[in-house]
Nanobody, 121 residues
Framework: QVQLVESGGGLVQAGDSLRLSCAASGRTFSSRAMGWFRQAPGKEREFVAAISWSGAFTDYADSVKGRFTISRDNFKSMTYLQMNSLKPKDTAVYYC??????????????WGQGTQVTVSS
């Protein structure tokens, strides 16, 4: 079993940066791909970014490409989302998730509780 706890959210202005962190517990973290998702008020949850078990492969939603960077530290069981040039439309609750497999396949098994990111204009 994997437990995930996100942190790093907050209220920022447009153009600012934030780094979200996701702390994982459990022995299988390093063998799982990880992802970040977000859900804005009144909208469905959407994919933001994913990273393979080793960090060699990453994938991003078109809306965040060039602005967000996903990374991980398997020694610390941490996953990060560096968010630059934030826009008001990035406002959402951000969730960390752990895949069943080493590579991103859309089969996320565990989810964190989320961290709020609010970007003011």
């Amino acid at each position: 079993q994997v437990q995930l706890v996100e942190s790093g959210g907050g209220l920022v202005q447009a153009g600012d940066s934030l780094r979200l962190s996701c702390a994982a517990s459990g022995r299988t973290f390093s063998s799982r791909a990880m992802g970040w998702f977000r859900q804005a008020p009144g909208k469905e949850r959407e994919f933001v970014a994913a990273i393979s078990w080793s960090g060699a492969f990453t994938d991003y939603a078109d809306s965040v490409k060039g602005r967000f960077t996903i990374s991980r530290d398997n020694f610390k069981s941490m996953t990060y989302l560096q968010m630059n040039s934030l826009k008001p439309k990035d406002t959402a609750v951000y969730y960390c998730a752990a895949e069943r497999t080493r590579y991103s396949s859309g089969s996320y098994e565990y989810w964190g509780q989320g961290t709020q990111v609010t970007v003011s204009s």
